[in-house]
């Protein structure tokens, strides 16, 4: 059964830097594609970043290119999302899945406020 679990979020100050993990279950990172999402508060899930963890290739959207970066550990079954130069903007919960999309996990809470 596909599931994941988020971790790592917090409390950062804007302008700070947060590594968030997710590990997923039921599948294998091996020749997939795997995403990070975020829904901020009384908004839809929006996309932020996929890496193809074949070939590596990645896309961000706009508001955080240059921000975050996403990586995986394939072995492990983990997808990690660094983010630097944090924004209040960021502040949401983010989710990780895959394509095709799974079920959605329960998020980690990232809140970027001083």
């Known amino acids: 059964q596909v599931r994941f679990v988020e971790s790592g979020g917090d409390l950062v100050q804007p302008g700070g830097s947060l590594k968030i993990s997710c590990v997923g279950f039921?599948?294998?990172?091996?020749?997939?594609?795997v995403e990070w999402y975020r829904q901020p508060p009384g908004k839809a899930h929006e996309f932020v970043a996929f890496?193809?963890?074949?070939?590596?290739?990645?896309r961000y959207s706009s508001s955080v290119q240059g921000r975050f970066t996403i990586s995986t550990d394939n072995d492990k079954n983990t997808v990690y999302l660094q983010m630097n130069n944090l924004e209040p903007e960021d502040t949401a919960v983010y989710f990780c899945?895959?394509?095709?999309?799974?079920?959605w996990g329960q998020g980690t809470q990232v809140t970027v406020s001083s």
């Open positions: 899945n895959r394509r095709p999309l799974g079920p």
């Open positions: 039921g599948f294998t990172f091996h020749e997939t594609l």
């Open positions: 890496i193809q963890t074949t070939t590596g290739t990645t």
